[in-house]
């Protein structure tokens, strides 16, 4: 049985040093692009970091989270689309998974809040 443990806990460790090598992996590529693009940029390059490892992570986490509440919720988004104007479904994948995921994904570094139009984009 303490075999079998030290396996899985070897195991673990292996897969907790992989994903950590991935990470700064990434994180050192997207510090090497950021630094390429600030010079045209001029933003500090904290607000790009704090995007890289605060902002990003959350917002993935965000889509991620919305993503399950909308399939857990889609009875009820159902019975709410019965009764006009039938967008019950449409407005809450737009709230629970667009948003987030633009704010993640489609957004460019260093800018947190879209425009009158709602697109990210900067100026």
């Known amino acids: 049985m303490d075999d079998k443990c030290s396996d899985i806990s070897d195991f673990l460790n292996q897969v907790e040093t992989h994903m950590k090598t991935k990470i700064l992996i990434l994180a050192l590529i997207t510090l090497v692009t950021i630094n390429s693009a600030q010079a045209e940029e001029q933003q500090p390059s904290g607000v790009y970091l704090i995007d890289i490892i605060l902002y ?3 917002g993935f986490v965000a889509t991620l989270t919305g993503s399950a509440v909308f399939v ?3 009875p009820l988004t159902a019975f709410a689309a019965i009764s006009p104007p039938h967008d ?10 667009v948003k987030p995921g633009k704010y993640t994904f489609d957004r460019p570094l260093g800018v947190y809040y879209p425009d009158e139009d709602g697109e990210y984009r900067r100026h």
Do not use: G, M, V
């Open 72 to 74: 857990a919720i889609s």
């Open 88 to 97: 019950a479904f449409e407005k809450t994948a737009d709230l629970l998974i």
């Open 56 to 58: 990003r992570p959350l």
